[in-house]
């Protein structure tokens, strides 16, 4: 049985003699590799380009994927993207609310959903949801995760990170995915009749 590892002490990937890969350094490395394509230098793009890279591999903190990566003969980890996703959509709609941005940057929100939730497979379609669930949050350290989360975004500096408030974001998730996708509009109008 593998035990819960500290935030602070997850890895990214094996380490490499006396040189470790900190999940922590990599998710921080990754928001900056985002932020440079804020081409705009759009100050709330700037911010969901970063938490992009930040919760892309989060869910690499989950305790059978971090006894995966320290244990060479075991088969495979759980799958960390579309937690991550899922992290990133809760995370991203308190920041632009609490910005009061929601409305001018929810198309934004659902394009970096799949991107994340996708980043290791195809890139699925945007109403494709296989990013909102339950995960395993309690096999993650979410209070060394919210503490990371707080010290890049001060604006989330009163949010609280458990299970619960998570599990309970699911319903709100599937309600703003199909808000946004009737923004979007991408269905087909029927043909006008033929007379």
Known sequence: ????????????????????????????????????????????????????????????????WQSYIR?????????????????????????????????????????LIRDIADHHSSLQKLDHTNWIKAWDWNKMDLNGIGGFIQEQYPELSDLKLNEEILDDWIDRAFELVEEVMDELDLGYDPPPPLH
Request: glycine share 4%; hydrophobic share 40%.
């Open 1 to 64: 049985m593998s035990v819960l590892i500290p935030f602070d002490k997850c890895i990214a990937r094996p380490n490499e003699g006396n040189i470790e890969y900190s999940l922590k350094a990599h998710l921080s490395n990754v928001k900056q590799f985002m932020k440079q394509w804020n081409k705009d230098e759009d100050p709330i793009l700037e911010k969901l380009l970063g938490l992009s890279g930040i919760c892309h591999d989060i869910a690499k903190s989950h305790k059978d």
């Open 71 to 111: 244990n060479p003969q075991k088969r495979k980890g759980p799958t960390h993207a579309p937690a991550g996703a899922f992290l990133f959509s809760f995370l991203a709609y308190k920041i632009l609310e609490a910005n009061n941005e929601w409305k001018n940057y929810r198309i934004h929100w659902l394009w």
